[in-house]
């Protein structure tokens, strides 16, 4: 909101117009920087539009039809930063979190980064030829909800990340925009997966689970418990996710860029950063491996809300509170090692040490792959 104002109301000396680089020019914070020039493209655009002309008709000829634009082609990529008119029939969402997440997921569709690994949806044999990806498909400054809109098979889906921040209350925050967009549009949302990056805490000794892909359909919220004087934390908060995903994902991991899938107990999500061991051992307890991250709960939290009767969203009909699944890649062990490079699995292999960035890349874009295969064999 506070974009759009600066853009609507001019610098209020009559020179040059505001624009994206003098506001930040003023804020030490850049982390919005791609969606604020995002906007101002879109808002430019919109607003230098010829004025429409009074002249009056010289003919009374009725004008032609506009003559509808041609499908975009299987496998191909294409650009539309206008809010469409179209009303597709949404299945699925796909949230990610930060911006390595969001630029790594928009690269695995083709929307190419450079620096990133050269890896894409026409590495997967299940879907070279079945993916159409249009990115800033609905960006408009009337609107709250910016996504990308994917096409897998039949099957259409939205890529949204969670605003300008992360973490529960960012999540929760996009669940009921994706909620409130999919009543005014008519979507029929079937599931909603969060892939990217996460932590991992495990009682074995000397294993690398850096890289693999952790699924469960337990979930629990940290952040609700208490400390007593021996300080341990009681969870209390439990959710389950869709179970039925979370078999068919497990069946993905084979194929001609294996991805490792490991079996957690839990998905442990709260708003903390774990980089200390022993909190991250004090909160898996006696489970013998767990993922760690920050978006879930707001996920399961938003969704459990909305399916309240006096919610002022509503859920699509047929979805249930469980209709979701938290789908990430491992990127470090929850401990102070997160910042120095480490080795990581990649497509079956193990890698060399490479930096925490990278690995981040490297584990959403084995998730994302795992999700879209399991979209492209089991949804219905």
């Known amino acids: 909101d506070m974009l759009r104002q600066w853009l609507r109301k001019g610098n209020g000396t009559g020179d040059k117009p505001r624009t994206v680089q003098t506001l930040f020019e003023t804020l030490e914070d850049r982390s919005c920087r791609p ?5 101002e493209k879109e808002f430019r655009a919109k607003s230098t539009k010829p004025a429409k002309s009074t002249k009056p008709a010289e003919s009374t000829k009725p004008a032609e039809p506009t003559k509808p634009t041609e499908p975009t082609k299987p496998g191909t990529t294409t650009v539309h930063l206008e809010s469409s008119r179209e009303n597709p029939d949404i299945k699925f969402a796909l949230l990610t979190a930060n911006d390595t997440e969001f630029k790594t997921v928009r690269h695995f569709f083709g929307k190419t980064c450079s620096g990133m690994e050269e ?13 159409e990806f249009k990115p800033d498909f609905s960006i408009d400054s009337r609107e709250q909800l910016g996504y990308d809109l994917i096409t897998i098979g039949e099957f259409q889906g939205i890529h949204l990340k969670c605003g300008f921040k992360y973490g529960t209350e960012a999540a929760r925050n996009a669940v009921n925009d994706i909620m409130d967009e999919a009543e005014k549009k008519g979507w029929q949302i079937e599931i909603i997966f969060c892939t990217g990056c996460c932590g991992c805490s495990f009682a074995k000794a000397d294993q690398n689970y850096r890289g693999h892909v952790l699924i469960s359909d337990n979930l629990v919220d940290y952040n609700q418990g208490k400390y007593e004087d021996d300080g341990q934390v009681h969870l209390e908060r439990l959710y389950t996710m869709n179970t039925d995903w979370c078999d068919w994902l497990f069946k993905m991991e084979e194929g001609p860029n294996p991805v490792k899938v490991s079996k957690a107990e839990s998905i442990l999500s709260g708003d903390w950063v774990m980089k200390k061991k022993e909190i991250a051992d004090k909160l898996r307890g006696k489970q013998k491996i767990v993922g760690i991250e920050m978006e879930g709960a707001g996920i399961a939290k938003g969704l459990d809300a909305i399916s309240q009767p006096k ?7 047929g979805m249930r509170p469980s209709d979701f699944l938290i789908v990430k890649g491992v990127s470090d062990h929850a401990g102070p090692d997160k910042n120095t490079p480490q080795p990581t699995w990649y497509h079956g292999q193990e890698t060399k ?7 981040q890349e490297m584990a959403t874009l084995q998730s994302t792959a795992l999700v879209c295969r399991a979209i492209a064999r089991h949804m219905k």
């Open 119 to 131: 890896y894409s949806y026409k590495d997967e044999p299940d879907l070279a030829k079945v993916v």
């Open 353 to 359: 040490p490479v930096a925490d960035e990278k690995r």
């Open 35 to 39: 969606e604020a020039e995002l906007l």
């Open 311 to 317: 919610s002022k969203y509503k859920l699509p009909r």
